[in-house]
């Protein structure tokens, strides 16, 4: 006769190998997090040392020179847009007069 019974032996054996297990996936999730904690100082380093840079004048870079580049175009863009919705407003002011001659109620 065979038992199917789970002994409390082997529920304890099972409960240890998980939590064996368990233990090893968080020393894992320990040494990524301290990995990550690294990398994030380091990348924080960078942006102290170029804003340092940044503050000094000292910004020679070709990022700096594009992102020079990028803000006028970006101004030229604008000054370009706002002359454009000018002239739409005008020529529809001009319309507007143009139809009310015609329908002769101006004068």
């Known amino acids: 006769m065979t038992s199917s019974r789970v002994t409390k032996q082997d529920i304890i054996t099972e409960l240890v190998k998980h939590n064996v297990e368990l233990l090893k996936k968080n020393a894992d999730l320990v040494t990524s997090v301290n990995n990550l904690i690294k990398k994030v100082d380091e990348l924080v380093e960078i942006f102290?040392?170029?804003?340092?840079?940044?503050?000094?004048?000292?910004?020679?870079?070709?990022?700096?020179?594009?992102?020079?580049?990028?803000?006028?175009?970006?101004?030229?863009?604008?000054?370009?847009?706002?002359?454009?919705?000018?002239?739409?407003?005008?020529?529809?002011?001009?319309?507007?007069i143009k139809k009310k001659e015609a329908e002769g109620g101006l004068f």
Do not use: C, M, W, Y
């Open 48 to 96: 102290k040392k170029a804003a340092q840079n940044i503050e000094k004048g000292e910004v020679r870079e070709p990022l700096a020179r594009k992102l020079t580049d990028l803000l006028e175009q970006n101004k030229r863009i604008a000054r370009g847009l706002l002359l454009l919705e000018k002239f739409v407003r005008d020529k529809e002011t001009f319309s507007g």
